[in-house]
């Protein structure tokens, strides 16, 4: 099982529907509507949101969305985890682990 990984960019529309679906999947959100396309391509033009994918054959298995915020500390911005998801079958595999490294390098 050969899992891919990467940042979601602006033409990642796709992927981003995807992962917003396996969110409502893992978290169990009921009475979920999946926003309109054209809100989460904003959403993708942010750069203060930021979103990781894993994939294996080109399918969202796994994500996490992040959060770019200003500091009330100091002259600078945090960036926050906000949800971190993997589908139930492919849990416990390291995947959640391996995203979160991704992640950790990059910010």
């Known amino acids: 099982m050969k899992i891919e990984y990467k940042k979601l960019e602006i033409g990642d529309l796709g992927c981003l529907t995807e992962l917003v679906k396996l969110y409502e999947q893992v978290f169990e959100m009921e009475d979920f509507a999946l926003p309109a396309a054209q809100y989460l391509q904003s959403l993708l033009e942010k750069e203060t949101v930021i979103f990781y994918v894993a994939m294996i054959d080109k399918k969202v298995v796994g994500g996490l969305t992040a959060h770019v915020l200003p500091s009330t500390?100091?002259?600078?911005?945090?960036?926050?985890?906000?949800?971190?998801?993997?589908?139930?079958?492919?849990?416990?595999?390291?995947?959640?682990?391996?995203?979160?490294?991704?992640?950790?390098a990059k910010y």
């Open 73 to 104: 500390y100091f002259p600078s911005s945090e960036v926050y985890i906000y949800d971190l998801a993997v589908e139930t079958k492919f849990q416990r595999k390291g995947i959640g682990r391996r995203l979160i490294r991704l992640f950790a």
